[in-house]
């Protein structure tokens, strides 16, 4: 074995978000590679969008937090309005672990991950979290925040879709089926 360690911070992100998900994989079931791969090119998104001179969004903790609980509820609570099971299983991870003082930063993270409109100052948590969220989710394909095409398909070969988009369109068909004036649920203006 030699003295250094060839793992890249990729690597060693996905692992610390893999131990933050275990807990939960069942509830995820076959979307769990999906739902990972989508909260990894989301970090990692985050930092492409984040100003200059912010502290790389990847490694913080509220972050890290926001980005594994952002989504959850779908499965959780079986429901595609979401937020509010998301937020609760955020706050107890974030009781649990000592670290409750980020309790206000990543709900509203979390909360306002889907507004329509700026969050907040380029720089403030919640808009840099809601910036790449929306990168993912449109697949850079509309507002990109400084992210190019190719930046965001060389992430995208590094963490693959397997099925993420394909799983929300469907969550979406069946919810406006259920609830035609409520369709979407999580926008906010």
Same mark, same amino acid.
């Given at each position: 074995?030699?003295?250094?360690?060839?793992?890249?911070?990729?690597?060693?992100?996905?692992?610390?978000?893999?131990?933050?998900?275990?807990?939960?994989?069942?509830?995820?079931?076959?979307?769990?590679?999906?739902? *990972?791969?989508?909260?990894?090119?989301?970090?990692?998104?985050?930092?492409?969008?984040?100003?200059?001179?912010?502290?790389?969004?990847?490694?913080?903790?509220?972050?890290?937090?926001?980005?594994?609980?952002?989504?959850?509820?779908?499965?959780?609570?079986?429901?595609?309005?979401?937020?509010?099971?998301?937020?609760?299983?955020?706050?107890?991870?974030?009781?649990?672990?000592?670290?409750?003082?980020?309790?206000?930063?990543?709900?509203?993270?979390?909360?306002?991950?889907?507004?329509?409109?700026?969050?907040?100052?380029?720089?403030?948590?919640?808009?840099?979290?809601?910036?790449?969220?929306?990168?993912?989710?449109?697949?850079?394909?509309?507002?990109?925040?400084?992210?190019?095409?190719?930046?965001?398909?060389?992430?995208?070969?590094?963490?693959?879709?397997?099925?993420?988009?394909?799983?929300?369109?469907?969550?979406?068909?069946?919810?406006?089926? *259920?609830?035609?004036?409520?369709?979407?649920?999580?926008?906010?203006?």
């Amino acid at each position: 074995m030699s003295g250094t360690d060839s793992t890249s911070p990729g690597d060693a992100l996905a692992a610390d978000i893999g131990a933050l998900l275990a807990p939960l994989t069942a509830a995820m079931g076959a979307d769990e590679t999906g739902y *990972t791969h989508h909260v990894l090119r989301v970090l990692e998104l985050c930092d492409l969008v984040a100003p200059p001179g912010v502290p790389r969004p990847s490694d913080r903790t509220e972050f890290r937090v926001a980005a594994v609980f952002h989504d959850l509820g779908i499965w959780s609570a079986g429901t595609f309005d979401y937020l509010p099971p998301s937020i609760a299983l955020a706050e107890a991870h974030l009781r649990e672990t000592d670290a409750a003082e980020l309790i206000p930063t990543v709900t509203a993270m979390i909360e306002h991950h889907h507004k329509l409109r700026h969050a907040g100052a380029a720089d403030d948590p919640v808009e840099i979290f809601r910036r790449a969220d929306a990168v993912d989710v449109e697949l850079a394909l509309l507002g990109r925040f400084g992210v190019r095409r190719r930046g965001y398909r060389a992430l995208a070969r590094r963490y693959p879709d397997a099925g993420f988009h394909r799983r929300l369109v469907t969550l979406a068909g069946q919810r406006l089926r *259920t609830h035609p004036t409520s369709p979407l649920p999580m926008l906010e203006w």
